[in-house]
């Protein structure tokens, strides 16, 4: 069974960069797209971006101009980098992958974990 | 962007009793070459991650019960819960996947 672990601290200061990493087990990173969605506390859930195993990503238009998706195949591990954050960025981050070969829905998602921008 | 509404915001249901939830697409999620609807529905109990239900507007993720269904096609979407549990308590979301960016919709809190 697919179990995927986000992982980062859990505390960003404004204008610094929120970096986050996804560890997939249970099965290859390979061939499927990995997603990062986020949910600020109480609100709805808002897709961040996307990564193919071969590196190629796809990010929300309303955070392209600061996000990073990248992936780690040997590792089985794919990363989020998020710069210039606001209070605004504060949220539960999920990683997640995309059903079958398909960019989402999401089939399998890690548990969450929780980041607060503030100084 | 397709922006996602749904209806209502919450429900209060009897045990047994049927639940559904509206969602509307802004424009279609129909794609024509396949004549599939690109439309997911999710549930989302407290503190934990959201789960897949349904996919293609109507087919069931393996597992769930078929007490879940859903239907719809183009812009209008239902999901049904034919005979309400304790356990379905919770926030269910749609999710288009027609294009980026994905959108969800503000969910509908199911309560008893």
């Known amino acids: 069974q697919v179990q995927l672990q986000e992982s980062g601290p859990g505390l960003v200061k404004p204008s610094e960069t929120l970096s986050l990493t996804c560890t997939v087990s249970g099965g290859s990173i390979g061939s499927h797209y990995w997603s990062w969605i986020r949910q600020p506390p109480g609100k709805e859930l808002e897709w961040v971006g996307y990564v193919f195993y071969t590196g190629n990503t796809n990010y929300n238009p309303s955070l392209k101009s600061r996000v990073s998706i990248s992936v780690d195949t040997p590792k089985n591990q794919f990363s989020l980098n998020l710069n210039s954050v606001t209070a605004a960025d504060t949220a539960i981050y999920y990683c997640?992958?995309?059903?079958?070969?398909?960019?989402?829905?999401?089939?399998?998602w890690g548990q969450g974990t929780l980041v607060t921008v503030s100084s | 962007d397709i922006v996602m509404t749904q209806s209502p915001d919450s429900l209060a249901v009897s045990l047994g009793e049927r639940a559904t939830i509206n969602c509307k697409s802004s424009?279609?999620?129909?794609?024509?070459?396949?004549?599939?609807?690109?439309l997911a529905w999710y549930q989302q109990k407290p503190r934990q991650p959201p789960k897949l239900l349904i996919f293609?507007?109507?087919t069931r993720e393996s597992g769930v019960p078929d007490r879940f269904s859903g239907s719809g096609s183009g812009t209008d979407f239902t999901l049904t819960i034919s005979s309400l549990q304790a356990e379905d308590v919770a926030v269910y979301y749609c999710?288009?996947?027609?294009?980026?960016?994905?959108?969800f919709g503000p969910g509908t809190k199911v309560e008893i």
């Open positions: 997640a992958r995309g059903l079958g070969d398909r960019t989402t829905p999401f089939d399998h």
């Open positions: 424009q279609s999620v129909l794609y024509s070459s396949n004549n599939m609807n690109y």
């Open positions: 999710q288009q996947y027609y294009s980026v960016p994905f959108n």
């Open positions: 293609w507007a109507s």
